[in-house]
Each structure stands twice: as structure tokens, then as C-alpha cells.
């Protein structure tokens, strides 16, 4: 970063975050400001620096800085992964970011999640071959809230997590502590096991913190991969991410004699309705995965809803 060539955002007026006021500590600051339009999927970094108020003002000479990446819209992509170390299933899973290599043991260089109703999962590749998972180095964080300010602040990131996975174990960390108890039916597993140059892995959307609540939800979560030594991130913010539905269908529709049959795989309950476009729709909640009525009466509409 050049302080040179840097954009200065003169006399900004600070804002109070709102969790200042139940105490300071790791997260939570007095001051904040809001830098607005920015593009998504670009690295910008910031810097704080004091002046005073001469008429030549003195100013210090403070070198933090922190990189941020403004990130899109959270989405998920519905699709089941199977654990074998093959990577031909993630066919059609958009890539969440792209990363530089530097001299960090491990670099991420490119990460994708999707998900099931059972499983969220990760594929991730590296730059060079190396055990991920296998060290108390590499992380997966999980920010459940959206709220940086909340949980455990995690190093070389701006990112709150509430729950992480290290060496396959998963750790309660809402209260702000590094391990605040174990994740339970957490459902870990990565592939291939041992050196190799991609990785995909899986966590179940059924794990628990101590207590009994569930770690995932229904709202957007933020996700981090995070090797310390570097620090390594993927990304410094995490990559938000909201659990996809299951896709319903296609329906599949025969006839046999007198006789008409709907059916289809997978999820959905089937309904049906005499206008396409009503707003009312009549669940057929036994029906299995297949439905069978005889032919010849009114027109009927069919389709499947969650
Ligand atoms: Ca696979
Ligand atoms: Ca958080």
C-alpha cells in the first residue's frame, strides 16, 4: 500500500458501532465509517492515520492497514458432492474467488461451495501439493451472523466467526474464545486423504454448538479459509454464502390404458390446481413419488412445491 498514491478521505465523521456500548475489546472499536461504492471482487485497502489541526498539519505516520474485498450478493449452489477425492461432480459450481501465490506454505488459489438439505461443501485448490487439514495451521470459519464484529476475530482477517473446524474437530467459538466447547454431529470429511493439489470437504448442515443449537440456518453465513502461518485467507472478509433449496423436478407424466401417471425423483410435494396461474394449489401429501388417477376429466394442472 502507497499512502502516496492513496485516495485520503479528508475529516471523516465517525460513526459508534453499535456493540461499543456493551464493552470495548477484540471486534469492538468506538469509531466506525461506512466507505460506499465500491466494486465487488476488487481488493481495496485501508489505512488510518490522525492530523492535527496547524495550518501545516501534523500527520502520523501509522502503517496498518487492512484489505478488504467488497463481495456480492451471498448465494449457494444446490448440488450433492460425493467425498471420493474426484472433482468432476463440481461441474457447473462457479468459483467464490481467485488467490495469489506468495511464499505461504500453502496458498489457496481458487475455492467453490455448494450444498444439499444434508451437506455443505467445499472444493479448494492449492498451488502446490501439500496435506491440507492435516495441521493445527488450516482452517475453516464459519461466520454465521454476517457480523464481523461478533465471535471469534480471527487473524489476518476481518472476519467474526462463530464456529471453526481445525484437524476435522469443530469448536464453538460465539462468545468471542478460540474453543468455547465442541460442535457436535459435525459430519467432517475431506478427500484425498494425504499430499495432493485439490481438496473437497464436507460439513453437516446438522451440527451443533454445546447446548443444542443448530450452527446453520436459513439466513447467509460467511465462510473462511484460513491457514495461520501466512496468515493465508480465503478471502480477508470471508465468502458469503446462503444455503441454495433443493431443485424440484422435472415432472414426468404417462399414460397406460385409462389411466394417467405423474411421477419424479428427489424432493417436492406434488399439487395441482384447474388454472396454471391460481393462486390456490391442492397438496396431494401421500402421494410418494408418483400418482396415478384416470383419464377423461376435467383439465388439471400439476406441479411440485417444497
Ligand atoms: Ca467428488
Ligand atoms: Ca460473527
Known sequence: MSFAAATKLARVPP????????????GSYPYCCKVTGLQNGLNYYFAVRAKDSSSSPREDTNAVSIAVVPGTMASGNYKTITMDGSFSDWAGVPWACQGAVDGNPVNF?????ANDTSYLYGHV????PYALFSNYYTHLFVDTDENAQTGYPVTGALFGSEMMIET?????????????GAISNLG????????ALEFEFQVSLDAQYPGGAKVFGTNACRLLLQDNRGPETAVETGIPYILARPQLGPLLIAQSGGLITISWTGPGTLQFSDSPTANSWTSLTNAGYSYTFEAGGSRQFFRLAE
Request: aromatic fraction near 16%.
Open 109 to 113: 488459489t481458487q475455492v467453490q461451495f
Open 15 to 26: 460513526g459508534l458501532p453499535g456493540n461499543y456500548s456493551l464493552g470495548t475489546g477484540p
Open 168 to 180: 476435522g474437530y469443530g469448536y464453538d467459538q460465539r462468545n468471542g474464545n478460540f474453543n468455547a
Open 188 to 195: 467432517w470429511a475431506f478427500a484425498p486423504a494425504g499430499s
Open 125 to 128: 485448490k492449492l498451488s502446490s
